[in-house]
Every structure is written in C-alpha cells, then in structure tokens.
C-alpha cells in the first residue's frame, strides 16, 4: 500500500531552520525561568478521559482527539456512542495535566511550588494560518503562594524571559476578576447576566465602545445601566490612576484589600521592570477561561494582532481534585507566535562556536580515514561542529550548500596529499 | 464528577528530580551530537494509520494508541471494525515518521542529511517495572551516505555522548546482516530458513551454545547443518581477528567490498574512540527489526543486563514512501534505561550557578517589596537562580526543605530591618 509523505491533516514537519529557532526559544526560556526559581516537570501527553471532560476546558473539550479502548475492553460493534469506544485523550492544555499532577504529587513537592512545563498539547480545530492542531505550549505555574507575590513573579519572569528573546514594546494587560465583577455590579447588571455582559465586553478591541453598546442592547440589556457602565471604562481610561479612580467611584463594591494588592502588582512590577514593555490596567479584558478566580493577565504584543499568552488565578481547580482548594496561579507563552513573530522578523540564533566541514575525497580509507576522524575528534572536543561529509564530485556547489547551513571553514582531505 | 490524580495506566508524572537529570541528559545529547553535525527536527507525536501499520514496525504494530476519527466521518454507531472508527495513530518509534519526514521534505534537506529527533513514543505495552506507555526516544539517522562514513559517525558520536554522561566500560557490539546470511548459507541452511534461525540465534545471550543447538534441533533442521553453523561461532571466538578469520573461511559467500568495509569501520572507530568502551565485532547480533539492510549494532551496559540502544542501516525504507531508495543508516540510545542508570547509580546533576532563596516575611509590600525584587533582579541577571517566597512561621523547616531543593543561601528580609 502508498504510504502518505505528508504529515497528518493540520499538523506539521519541523524543518531544521524553525527547529533552531525553536531549540534556542527553549533553552532561553528554561534559563530565564530557572533564574526566577521555577523547576521543569513533565505530565504524560495522554490523560484520562474524564479528566478532560470535565467542564474545566470550556470550548477546547469539544477538538479533543480521543483515543480508541484496546484489547477486551473494545468492542466497536456493539458500541453506540463514542464514550463506548474511548477511555482516554490527548491533552488540549497543561493547566488541567498540572493541577491533576500537583493533586497526585503534592507530598513530594516544595511549598510554594513554582513549575514549568514545556510541552505538545491538540486540539482538532479547523486547520488555517500559523494555526495547529499540533502545538506547544509554555506554562510557569506558582501553587501555594496565596500573597501576590505570585503575580509579581510571573509578571517579572515572563517579561524577562520577552525581554531576553528581544521584544520590545510590548504590554502586559492586567485586571481582576473581582473588579470586573464590581464595574458591572455597580452600573447595575444582575450577577446572573455578568457572563453574558463579559462576553460582549470581551470584543471591545474589535468592535469598539458603539458596537459593545450595540451588542448589549441588542441582548436586552436596559440602556441606562449599558450607558453608565460604558461611561466607567470611560473615565478610568481618562484617569491619571485607573485603579485609585474606581476605589473612589465604586466604593463598597469593591473589596479594599484586593485591591491593595492589586495596586502593589503594578508598583512592584513597575519599580522592577525593564524598560521593554508596559504594564497597563486594562478594565476590559476578560480572559476567557471560567477558572479564572482573581487577577488575569494578558500580552499584546504590536507585532501580532491578538494575544501572545496570558494567565491569571485559580485559586479553585485543585480543589476539583482533592476536595481541598490550593491557591494557585499562572503565565502561559505563546511559544508558537513568538517562534513565528521571531522567524518572520529574520531573527538569527546568535552564533555560537565554530562549524567547519570536512570534505574527505571518496576512496579515503583505513589509515587516512582514521586521521581524519581523529583531527575531528580534537575540534569536535574543543566544542566547534565538525561535518565529516564525503566530497562531491561539484565540490563548489557543495560548499555554497553547506555555506548555506552555517559551515564558515572548510578542510578538504585527499588521498595524495599534494593534490588540492 | 471525581476526577483521577493518577496518571493514565502505565504512563508517569516526571518529578523535578529526575526532570532535572532528564534536562541535563538532553543538554549533553543535543551539545555532543551538535558537534558532530546533525541537526535537531520534529515530527508530529500523530501520524495517519496507514502510514503506521505498514508492516515497517513489527510487534510494535500491535501496540498502537489509535486515534478516534472525529465530526462527521465518525459513525459509532454502523461501525463494525477498528478501522470504521480510526484514523489517526500515535508514533510507535521515530525511524517511521523520520523517513516519511525525509521523503517530504528532501528537497529542502541536505545531502547527506544528518538528524537529531528527541520525541515521545507510544506503546500500548503491558505495564512493568521500568516500562512506560509514553517514553522518550533519542535518535540520530544519517540519510544519503552510502559509505561506512555514516557507520563511523554515528558509532563516535553515541559513544561521545554515552562516555561525556560518565558511562564506563560499556561495550558497541556491532554486526552486518549480510555476515548473518553468510554464516547461515555457509552452514548449509536454505534461504527461507534464515528468519526463523536468526529468531534462535538471537537467544544465544540468554540460552548459550546449548540451548540455540537445542531449539534448532525442536524446529527441525538437521544436525550436522546446526554443528557446522555452531563450529563457525566457536571458531571465531577464538579467533584474532573474527572478521578475518570469517573472510578466509567463508570464501565466496562473504562480499569482499563489504567485510572491507565492515573492518574499516572497525579500525576507525577503534583508532579514534574514547578507552570507555569496547568496538565488539559479534557475530550472534540479530536486531529485531526487519527493515535492517547492512550494519547493525548494539549497546550493552554492565550496569544493565539489555540492551540500551542500538541501530543499523537501513537503505530501502525511504523507498516505500518516495519509490526511489535512498541510503540511510540510524543509531538510537534508550533515553529513559540511561536515565533510570543515572538514577541509580545517584548521579547528581553537575551545579551550575548559585541558588539562593529570598524569605520575605508576610506583610512586607509597597517600597518594602519593591527594593526586595530588585535586589532579586540583580542577581538573576547574574545568572544566580533566586527563589523570592513568603517566610513561614517555622523558619528553620522551611530552611531545610529549600535545602533539600539545592538551595545553598538564604537572605532574611523583615518589616523591620532591626529584626533578625
């Protein structure tokens, strides 16, 4: 039977271009990250299904690719339904993978325990641009540290980490659920309705203060309450200090000493920073995901429209698992936009030793080949990539080739040494 | 519903313990085989059924994670096979998705084109000791070298890297199929016979002269034949120089180009190599996998009864995919038995630079916390990994467990800079 060249519909060959690129993202991330005290840990790709259908994934439960049964425990005539014929899944983020692994380890981990996982997640979404169902994601997670220290810590890593890979100007976005919550209270929608106000407010960079106007009318929301909670962002946007200007206004609708630590976020993170980027207090961002229980943070970068990570507090999903809440919250990268933001900008992994290719004429052998490895040896132990290639009968258009892979020095080795 | 904390049947949570030798045993693999030229690539963990059971993987093929077809191509219900139900299938090795990587994309590749994959694989296994359902393979393949050249580097550079992790007196076996078939003709079996008497043969490590005579009595061949073929393996034990000893014997069934060739290999390794190692011509090597053309080879840790790692060439495998051979030849080292070794032998990851950890006494925020960060961040950009945590009431405790994580130095800071 034609076996099929291609990858899988919607995933993707690394070739050795990107994949140097993405080697040296990896290795300034898991520098970086060490730097801030986090510790790489790994959860299996694969998870039982019932933990990935569990409502903690919103949207993404749904492009899960699902594993067959095996053995005995299959049997596809007699199956009705695909619960019938699937027992696990391949993991559509690391949030739910950590929080089951923290719940399964936590005897044997630090408190607070700051993780980092790298690692392939899927989902079977419609394949388009940049887009695959194949991907990587970078996670730093603190759990037990119920002090904003957290969000100061991510906050700082993060940018660090953006800052090192050379990005610049870019903005940290950052709200909290809880003012969120206070900002819709106060113009006087009911608790019940927050969702829906939310995700409305949620498209407020695409379509604008008229269209989220529009919008909430258009869902039966009363005018008078739309109008006074647009005219909030409003003013908060106009106010030298956003944050000090809804302690005023909403007054008992906010909690006072959330918002303390909301504020010292931004001064900590302000007096710390490095001039690369800016962290603003955006009253609009939402972040989708239900977990979410207090700050949320998101990165914009101007080089690419939408978001290039984010993250925020959940203090409620171990819980899920233990029946015991563990404060926890975290920062996810973008890996695959700042991978393909760093390739379009014709970004070069800055170079490291010495490449030197050795040609070795064909019919080089025995003792000859054995000086030649040997001479190899000795440059490949002072640390400098050493090609040993046999030499093309176009030994110019080979050279370029290899010029074209990054070999700056050649050696040319022939059985009658006078020869060149 | 409860969710589970455990991990999927027979697949591991990876602990910040041996995560940290696992990243360091990948830092080391991707420095040394970086010096010898070859270049880091990914494929998807994913790939289509078809290409994955096409009788390349043997037993393995039984093994497969398949994947669940998905939206409308999905009928549970009218299915009546596996196949109804499938389309999709996790990687059960990494030379299957290599050569279908190489077929698609050769024409951006060069020639030779010499690859480092560090991925996952998947067998449906039954779980035991040691043996996982997900487990990383480390392979190196040079695809387009038709000469030894490609034998001797990958033998240097799997040795390189095996001796710089501190493994000592480990042994390279090294064989050639067409030696195997040699052997075999020459003892008088017919062609068809040879599967099944290289299936005996590879039992010699486990059952001796003895048992193999016995079993290839049980299967019907005749016993002078099997005396002849024994007497051969005696006779080059004893021998100098087996190769040569075979050569002489073997007269006319044995390739002259090739047992040239065979020795060159040899005696360049032997001329170059690391002394923590031994080069082993054996001539009872089988290697399973039945896409093996040529070379194959082996290695074997005193630490570890089995094998950990092995390889070969391969040269009519890019065929399948593109109907056009090309010359390939690969080595594999069994990542997860050279990392259960370093466990073991309690190997310590060597120290990089200083950790120290920042016990911040609760209620220290506002400047207070801001000049902590910073002192934080001057380090960091040292290089120096700090942990910045909230200190507890039990001071001491929390001081032993940070130890207990590597960290060497504590700075104390208080609300008041008076307390110590």
């Given at each position: 039977m034609a076996l099929s060249?291609?990858?899988?519909?919607?995933m993707k060959d690394i070739l050795p271009g990107e994949m140097k690129i993405r080697d040296y993202v990896i290795s300034v991330i898991k520098d970086t990250y060490g730097r801030f005290g986090f510790t790489s840990i790994e959860t299996p790709c694969v998870e039982n299904i019932t933990n990935l259908t569990n409502k903690q994934g919103g949207d993404n439960e749904k492009l899960i690719f699902k594993i067959l049964k095996r053995g005995e425990k299959l049997n596809v005539q007699e199956a009705v339904t695909e619960e019938d014929v699937t027992d696990l899944g391949l993991r559509y983020d690391l949030t739910v993978p950590l929080v089951r692994y923290y719940s399964n380890n936590a005897a044997s981990l630090p408190t607070p325990f700051k993780a980092l996982q790298m690692g392939n997640v899927w989902r079977a979404d419609?394949?388009?641009?940049?887009?695959?169902r194949q991907f990587m994601q970078c996670d730093i997670d603190i759990l037990g540290?119920?002090?904003n220290l957290a969000e100061i810590e991510l906050i700082l890593a993060t940018t660090a980490t953006l800052t090192k890979l050379?990005?610049?100007?870019f903005q940290i976005r950052i709200n909290d659920r809880r003012i969120l919550k206070a900002m819709a209270a106060y113009a006087g929608f009911a608790e019940e309705s927050f969702d829906s106000v939310f995700i409305t407010l949620d498209k407020m960079d695409k379509i604008g203060f008229e269209g989220v106007k529009e919008e909430l009318l258009e869902n039966g929301f009363d005018e008078a309450v739309c109008d006074k909670y647009l005219e909030l962002f409003a003013a908060v946007e106009q106010a030298q200090d956003g944050v000090q200007y809804l302690v005023e206004k909403l007054g008992d609708f906010l909690d006072g000493e959330m918002t303390a630590s909301f504020t010292e976020i931004l001064s900590s993170v302000r007096a710390t920073q490095e001039d690369s980027f800016e962290l603003v207090f955006d009253p609009t961002l939402v972040r989708g995901?239900?977990?979410?229980t207090g700050t949320i943070f998101e990165i914009a970068m101007p080089e690419f429209g939408g978001s290039c990570g984010g993250g925020g507090r959940y203090d409620k999903m171990v819980g899920k698992f233990t029946g015991k809440d563990v404060p926890a919250c975290g920062f996810s990268i973008g890996f695959e936009r700042i991978v393909m933001l760093l390739q379009e900008s014709g970004f070069q992994v800055p170079a490291g030793t010495g490449q030197v290719a050795y040609l070795v004429e064909k019919g080089i052998g025995g003792e000859a080949l054995c000086r030649v490895m040997e001479q190899a040896k000795q440059e490949r132990e002072k640390g400098t990539r050493v090609l040993v290639v046999r030499m093309n009968n176009n030994k110019k258009f080979q050279k370029e080739q290899l010029a074209g892979e990054g070999y700056t020095d050649f050696v040319e080795f022939y059985k009658d040494p006078l020869k060149k």
């Open positions: 060249k291609k990858p899988t519909t919607g419609r394949p388009q641009r940049g887009r695959y540290e119920p002090s050379g990005f610049r100007n995901m239900s977990y979410y």
